[in-house]
T-cell receptor
Framework: DTEVTQTPKHLVMGMTNKKSLKCEQH?????MYWYKQKAKKPPELMFV???????INESVPSRFSPECPNSSLLNLHLHALQPEDSALYLC????????????FGPGTRLTVT | GENVEQHPSTLSVQEGDSAVIKCTYS??????FPWYKQELGKGPQLIID?????GEKKDQRIAVTLNKTAKHFSLHITETQPEDSAVYFC??????????FGAGTQVVVTP
C-alpha cells in the first residue's frame, strides 16, 4: 500500500482566515514533505520533516506553518494568505529523507479570495 | 545546485505508437531518477525509477534508460493507449536528497 491521503480535497479561504491542511500515511515512512504546485508547473518543495523534526524549510513565508504531530501525520497551517498562494498543495512521504521513492497524495486545491 | 531539463514540453502520439521523453541533469552526484505521471486533478504518481548503478529498467510498456556519462535519462512508453495521456515529470535527487523536477511533458495519445 503506497497511499498518502490529504484533506480537504478543495478549500476556499479569505485572506483573513485561518485554515489547516492535513496529510496522513500509514506506510511507516519517516520523511514527509509539503509541496506547492501551480498550474502547468512541477511541484515546488516547501518543507521536509524527518523523524518528526523539521529538516528543510525552503524559505517559505511564515504565513505557512507546518506541524508534524506524529510519524503518520503532517499538517500545514495557513494564515493571512494572499491570492497568489492559490495552488495545489501536495503532501508526499518516503521511507527516509533523501532515499528517493516519494509517494504523493492527491493534493488539496486551495483558492484564496 | 541540480538543474533538470526536460523535452519536449508537449508530445502528441497516435495510439499504438511509442513516446519518448528526455531529461538532462547537471549534478554528477545525483543517484536517483524517478518518473511521475500526473493526471488532471490528481497528485503525481510514481511510475518508474532508476538508480545510478543501473543503465536500464523496464516495467511492462514503460522503460527508463540512464546515461551517467552524458547525464541524461529517458522515459520510453511503447504501444501507447489513451489512458497514457497525462503530464509526465522527470526528477533527479540533488546533494541534499531533494527531488529536482523537470518542467513536465504533456502527452496526448489520440485514438
Amino acid at each position: 500500500d503506497t497511499e498518502v491521503t490529504q484533506t480537504p480535497k478543495h478549500l476556499v479561504m479569505g485572506m483573513t482566515n485561518k485554515k489547516s491542511l492535513k496529510c496522513e500515511q500509514h506506510m511507516g515512512h519517516r520523511a514527509m514533505y509539503w509541496y506547492k504546485q501551480k498550474a502547468k508547473k512541477p511541484p515546488e518543495l516547501m518543507f521536509v520533516y524527518s523523524y518528526e523534526k523539521l529538516s528543510i524549510n525552503e524559505s517559505v513565508p511564515s504565513r505557512f506553518s507546518p506541524e508534524c504531530p506524529n510519524s503518520s501525520l503532517l499538517n500545514l497551517h495557513l494564515h493571512a494568505l494572499q491570492p497568489e498562494d492559490s495552488a495545489l498543495y501536495l503532501c508526499a512521504s518516503s521511507q527516509d529523507q533523501g532515499l528517493g521513492e516519494q509517494y504523493f497524495g492527491p493534493g488539496t486545491r486551495l483558492t484564496v479570495t | 545546485g541540480e538543474n533538470v531539463e526536460q523535452h519536449p514540453s508537449t508530445l502528441s502520439v497516435q495510439e499504438g505508437d511509442s513516446a519518448v521523453i528526455k531529461c538532462t541533469y547537471s549534478d554528477s552526484a545525483s543517484n536517483y531518477f524517478p518518473w511521475y505521471k500526473q493526471e488532471l486533478g490528481k497528485g503525481p504518481q510514481l511510475i518508474i525509477d532508476i538508480r545510478s548503478n543501473v543503465g536500464e529498467k523496464k516495467d511492462q510498456r514503460i522503460a527508463v534508460t540512464l546515461n551517467k556519462t552524458a547525464k541524461h535519462f529517458s522515459l520510453h512508453i511503447t504501444e501507447t493507449q489513451p489512458e497514457d495521456s497525462a503530464v509526465y515529470f522527470c526528477a533527479a535527487t540533488d546533494s541534499w536528497g531533494k527531488l529536482q523536477f523537470g518542467a513536465g511533458t504533456q502527452v496526448v495519445v489520440t485514438p
